[in-house]
T-cell receptor
């Protein structure tokens, strides 16, 4: 059974940093691309970033480019999102998600999410 | 990276059929057959319902079907049931090697 468990969320002040983690199990982690997707309270889904199986291809939404960094450790079956210069509009539930292929293609499984609140 | 366009809401009675549209451009929906649909109940994570425009993952009822014409994809739910009431999102791969989601559609079963 595919399991994706996010951690690292919480309340953070504007301008500060936070690092999210996602522990994956139930599938061969290094065979698949992975993504971060966020959902602001009461709003829709927004794709944030994706990383290919070997970290050779990395992409970001324009809204986070230059501030967020996605990475993965295949030896630890883990996905990360380093979030710098946080803004109020980054407040959202952040989902870790598994792709159906080794490069960006489409998401088939989602974690339960970790909530980030950016506020002073 | 503009979001795909979906109607904000649709409704139908039990047993009826409804269709949710998702409009993009030639750089996303129109250019690739990599369109997915997700169902999200309140407080829950999204669930994959359709992938590659019209394929259903194992366990998804065949009441759910997908199609595409040009830059518009569609999700049809036939034989509507109470448990189908949820938010539905479309998603597509894009020419920028990113993913893009639609704004979401709230389905109400009357």
């Amino acid at each position: 059974e595919v399991q994706l468990v996010e951690s690292g969320g919480g309340l953070v002040q504007p301008g500060r940093s936070l690092r999210l983690s996602c522990a994956a199990s139930g599938f061969t982690f290094d065979d698949y691309a992975m993504h971060w997707v966020r959902q602001a309270p009461g709003k829709g889904l927004e794709w944030v970033s994706g990383i290919s199986w070997n970290s050779g291809s990395i992409d970001y939404a324009d809204s986070v480019k230059g501030r967020f960094t996605i990475s993965r450790d295949n030896a630890k079956n883990s996905l990360y999102l380093q979030m710098n210069s946080l803004r109020a509009e980054d407040t959202a539930l952040y989902y870790c998600a598994k792709d159906m292929r080794s490069v960006d293609y489409g998401i088939d499984y989602w974690g339960q999410g970790t909530l980030i609140t950016v506020s002073s | 990276q503009s979001a795909l366009t979906q109607p904000a809401s649709v409704s139908g009675s039990p047993g009826q059929s409804i269709t949710i549209s998702c409009t993009g451009t030639s750089s996303d929906i129109g250019g690739y057959n990599y369109v997915s649909w997700y169902q999200q109940h309140p407080g829950k994570a999204p669930k994959l319902m359709i992938y590659e425009v019209s394929n259903r993952p194992s366990g998804v009822p065949d009441r759910f079907s997908g199609s595409k014409s040009g830059n518009t994809a569609s999700l049809t739910i036939s034989g509507l049931q109470a448990e189908d009431e949820a938010d539905y999102y479309c998603s597509s791969y894009t020419s920028s090697s990113t993913l893009v989601f639609g704004g979401g559609t709230k389905l109400t079963v009357l």
